[in-house]
């Protein structure tokens, strides 16, 4: 069964000159066909943990360990981490000009899997994943990212969750920016592949509206760049009635 | 990507004025101009004989892109032709006539005339000019190929390529090896003709190439130009159109991939100066590396008789690495309000680190996700060229590019 372990993980960095410590030791065990909400105010270092895990070269891992199935993932480069089962679907997705969307399913897919799929049942394969997803056809051909709105953009992240079936998925507030249609499409799209329980979800999200969709197991509330205090669903509930206020007193915000 | 867009339905000069494109993808590196009017811009009136234009400083509107101090003396007359350095192989299919003509003939010159001092100067200089005619109604079904091997030495050329009424054919111009090179290129198409011109550009780093293309397009012609730069110091290239009737239809495309320290700029005129005529413009540019600079001069003038003039003009920009400048300059001037349609754009836009990350974050390597970006920016253009061969060829140099750049190690 996968296995995600994060171990005390300290990540910094550069702004105006200065190191500045965003992680200040993250705990986090996160299995296979378990779904982890990870919530919290802005600035508390939400995304930060999303994208040092995928190993984006702003972030600077200063201490601690991440394994996925006991596998350094920290040593390895950002495509590597892909192929070993780790997804992030950002909250900000990055055009791509002069790339097709149907160009990049196919060569991530192939990356992958190690191996190009077949062409008649990929096609059929991303045709149906995008029905799915209420995505018009003629998507495919636009180049990714371009002129997308942000609910195609979001739509286009989860159709890639979908398409490559990762063994953990980061989805950094996926849930921000969308229409309450967007939202349920894109958390059915989410659903689907929880239900297969083959992936373990870590869910980031500022706002509780995205869990009346996507059941959590577990909730984290995250503040100061560490999980302040774990729980069931019902902690979502009370973050619910009573917002971050509590975890934010004594500056422990940045 | 940044995009600038116009579709002007009268008077005036457009595509001055506003704003520079703005855009999350467009940083430090990237400059787009946008200023400039074709009529007024050129320094000195068209002429034959280089006397005519006196020695530019740099800061006319036609030179402020070039690095006047890289080209070798062509633009100041202390460049001496060697007699020999360049070789010229021309291989002909049955039905088409090669000569080579002394200066009196009077088949040169038709096309255009020199509108700067270096085409003015390999007008006055050439030794021995090519004449390559195709009969009328001849349809060749094999490219003329012309090989123009550079061997250290320095010209000054001019080639004449003349297509008889409802001549059609295709020709491949390919330059390669180390010179420096002034010509004229005139392409003369009759009435009902069609060419096919791909010019590759594929010189050794140290290479100054400059020249002018004049295309005169006859009634119902279709004149198609094809530019590909790769190679050289300094390339410079001035792709001219006018029209000998009505009826008349220009496409030019282009492609160039620019080097750390490559200097390649494409000015382009199309004059509609008749009526019914259509042009269609498309030029795209990658470029990696410092000081790589890609200039693009893209000018459509509409004169007052051209009604149902047709036009677009694109040029589209992919900047690959920190340190790369474009200069991209679209435009129009309208001197008739009847026409049917007339609009241009630029874009500029940068491959950068999030790109990378994004495509790597699928589980795309580096250099593959490189590849997927330059190979997918290219290849619509690419496809349009219809010649098999050169097509593989520029794939296969795309990639080749892409090879010698080092990009982010991550």
């Keep these: ?254 | 990507m940044a995009e600038a867009q116009n579709s002007p339905k009268s008077s005036t000069s457009l595509g001055q004025g506003g704003p520079p494109p703005v855009g999350s993808t467009t940083a430090g590196s990237i400059a787009v101009a946008a200023e400039s009017t074709v009529v007024s811009r050129m320094s000195a009136p068209p002429s034959f004989d280089v006397a005519d234009f006196p020695v530019p400083h740099g800061r006319e509107e036609e030179w402020r892109f070039t690095p006047l101090e890289r080209l070798r003396g062509l633009h100041d007359g202390t460049a001496v032709g060697t007699g020999d350095g360049l070789k010229v192989d021309v291989q002909a299919p049955e039905g088409v006539t090669v000569e080579a003509v002394g200066r009196d003939d009077a088949r040169l010159g038709k096309a255009g005339t020199p509108v700067d001092r270096v085409a003015a100067q390999a007008y006055s200089a050439f030794e021995k000019a090519g004449v390559i005619t195709v009969a009328k109604e001849t349809v060749l079904t094999e490219p003329i190929r012309i090989a123009v091997h550079g061997e250290g030495g320095t010209a000054f050329a001019h080639q004449v390529i003349e297509l008889g009424a409802f001549a059609e054919a295709v020709v491949v111009i390919d330059h390669t090896g180390d010179a420096v090179l002034a010509a004229n290129v005139d392409y003369v198409l009759g009435d009902g003709a069609k060419l096919t011109v791909v010019s590759v550009q594929d010189w050794d780093d140290k290479a100054v190439h400059i020249a002018q293309h004049n295309a005169l397009v006859g009634r119902d012609a279709s004149f198609k130009s094809v530019v590909v730069t790769f190679g050289g110091d300094v390339v410079r290239l001035h792709p001219r159109v006018t029209y000998a009737g009505p009826g008349g239809e220009a496409e030019l495309f282009g492609l160039y991939f620019t080097d750390a320290g490559q200097h390649q700029e494409h000015r382009l005129l199309v004059t509609h100066n008749v009526p019914h005529c259509k042009s269609n413009v498309v030029y795209k540019g990658a470029l990696q590396g410092d000081g790589a600079h890609a200039v693009w001069i893209g000018d459509v003038l509409i004169e007052a008789a051209a009604e149902g003039t047709d036009t677009y003009e694109m040029n589209r920009n992919l900047v690959l690495t920190d340190g790369a400048r474009v200069d991209s300059v679209p435009n129009l001037e309208i001197e008739t309000g009847e026409i049917v349609g007339a609009g241009h754009a630029s874009a500029t836009g940068r491959f950068d680190d999030e790109q990378l990350f994004y495509l790597m974050a699928r589980g795309i390597p580096a250099e593959e996700a490189r590849r997927l970006v330059v190979r997918g920016f290219f290849a619509e253009l690419v496809q349009q060229i219809g010649v098999d061969d050169i097509e593989q060829r520029l794939l296969e140099k795309i990639d080749e590019e892409l090879e010698t750049v080092s990009g982010p190690g991550r």
């Design chain 1, 1 to 254: 069964m996968a296995t995600l372990e994060i171990r005390d993980l300290h990540v910094t960095v550069e702004a105006d000159n200065a190191t500045k410590e965003i992680l200040k030791g993250v705990d986090l065990t996160v299995k296979q066909g378990e779904t982890h909400a990870i919530m919290g105010p802005n600035g508390s270092g939400k995304s930060t943990l999303a994208y040092s895990l995928a190993g984006h070269p702003k972030y600077t891992i200063t201490g601690g360990t991440v394994l996925l199935d006991g596998e350094d993932v920290l040593e390895m480069s950002v495509d590597e981490r892909a192929r070993a089962g780790l997804f992030l679907a950002m909250q900000y997705p990055v055009e791509v000009p002069g790339v097709s969307v149907s160009n990049f399913l196919r060569t991530s897919a192939t990356a992958i899997r190690g191996e190009a799929p077949k062409l008649r049942t990929w096609v059929k394969e991303v045709k149906e994943a995008m029905q799915r997803l209420n995505m018009d056809p003629s998507f495919a051909e636009r180049n990714v990212n371009e002129g997308f709105s942000g609910g195609e953009k979001k739509r286009h992240e989860i159709l890639q969750l979908e398409l490559l079936r990762p063994k953990v998925a980061i989805l950094d507030e996926t849930d921000s920016g969308l229409d309450v249609d967007a939202l349920r499409v894109v958390s059915e799209g989410v659903n689907r592949v929880r239900e297969t329980g083959e992936v373990g979800t870590l869910l980031i999200t500022h706002y509780t509206r995205i869990l009346r969709y996507i059941k959590p197991d577990h909730v984290h509330v995250f503040a100061g760049g560490r999980i302040v205090e774990s729980g069931g669903p019902e902690l979502a509930d009370k973050l619910e009635n009573e917002g971050y206020e509590a975890y934010t007193k004594g500056g422990a915000s940045a």
